[in-house]
């Protein structure tokens, strides 16, 4: 479906998405493009790491946001982020905005969600992490700087929740 008239944070949709299976594919795509593409994976490996979603675990899980079946970003929960730190646990990873999308406070919203829903797996508290660039971002939501120049890609590592 192409939006009519603005996209707003207020007409989109945040979705689980064990309730949105067809979204999928563009989680897969996106998350490929972004992040394992340039690392030489095959689309199929991350594929088969979004269909880990789809299972009644508690984590993995994936959050859609989505216009009516116009795919719009994605955020995820998933044990494990950051090989340096395997210790912590759960982490919100793969946060993807399509370009059009960006500015209207739809990260914020899909992070802020993922981050809650996380919680509510019982942790205390959850973990991020992402290039120095996007540490206004972050903090602006409510992220706490916990570490930085973490790994070979000098990452931030945020925390939020109680701990």
Not at 43 to 59: A, D
Request: with cysteine; glycine share 8%; hydrophobic share 45%.
């Amino acid at each position: 479906m192409v939006p009519r008239g603005p996209v707003t944070v207020e007409n989109i949709t945040i979705s689980n998405l064990r309730a949105v299976p067809h979204l999928a594919v563009d989680v897969a795509d996106r998350v490929w493009r972004a992040w394992w593409k340039p690392a030489g994976f095959p689309l199929e490996h991350i594929s088969e790491r979004v269909r880990e979603n789809l299972t009644g675990k508690p984590l993995p899980f994936a959050l859609v946001a989505h216009y009516g079946s116009t795919f719009v970003g994605t955020a995820s929960a998933i044990v494990s982020d950051l090989e340096e730190r395997p210790h912590f646990t759960p982490w919100v990873a793969a946060v993807w905005i399509d370009p059009p999308f960006r500015r209207l406070g739809i990260g914020g919203a899909i992070v802020r969600d993922a981050a809650h829903a996380a919680l509510a797996t019982g942790a205390d508290t959850v973990y991020l992490c992402a290039l120095p660039a996007k540490r206004r971002f972050y903090e602006v939501l409510g992220w706490s700087r916990h570490e930085e120049n973490v790994g070979h890609h000098g990452l931030d590592v945020f925390t939020f929740g109680q701990g």
